[in-house]
């Protein structure tokens, strides 16, 4: 299993970003996939699933301002992120799976490796 991440950058508070993450190594069709942040000093904070049908799913503090979407032709899972704030600032991950990532102990999830979002005036 591999998992890419970019888009990341640069933004100023109210801007947007679209995170892609790329997929290989697996059918990515049949699974779930996820997006997680991290600050520094602090765990993973889970934000948004989609599952292979395409139910979507928001952690709150994300709900109505991120969008995730796939691609299953390409692969590829996207987080759009719109009015961003500077607390958005985080290293994010995309994941194979859902909440259970991050909530339930020993849930096997496969991570990339992290694009870098800065939210700064």
């Known amino acids: 299993v591999q998992l890419v991440e970019s888009g990341g950058g640069l933004v100023q508070p109210g801007g947007s970003l679209r995170l892609s993450c790329a997929a290989s190594g697996f059918t990515f069709s049949s699974y779930a996939m996820g997006w997680a942040r991290q600050v520094p000093g602090k765990g993973l904070e889970w934000l948004s699933s989609?599952?292979?049908?395409?139910?979507?799913y928001y952690e709150d503090s994300v709900k109505g301002r991120f969008t995730i979407s796939r691609d299953n032709a390409k692969n590829t899972v996207y987080l759009q992120m719109n009015s961003l704030k500077p607390e958005d600032t985080a290293v994010y991950y995309c994941?194979?799976?859902?909440?259970?990532?991050?909530?339930?102990?020993?849930?096997?999830?496969?991570w990339g490796q992290g694009t870098q979002v800065t939210v700064s005036s």
């Open positions: 994941a194979t799976g859902d909440r259970k990532c991050t909530k339930v102990p020993g849930t096997l999830c496969s």
């Open positions: 989609i599952y292979s049908d395409g139910t979507t």
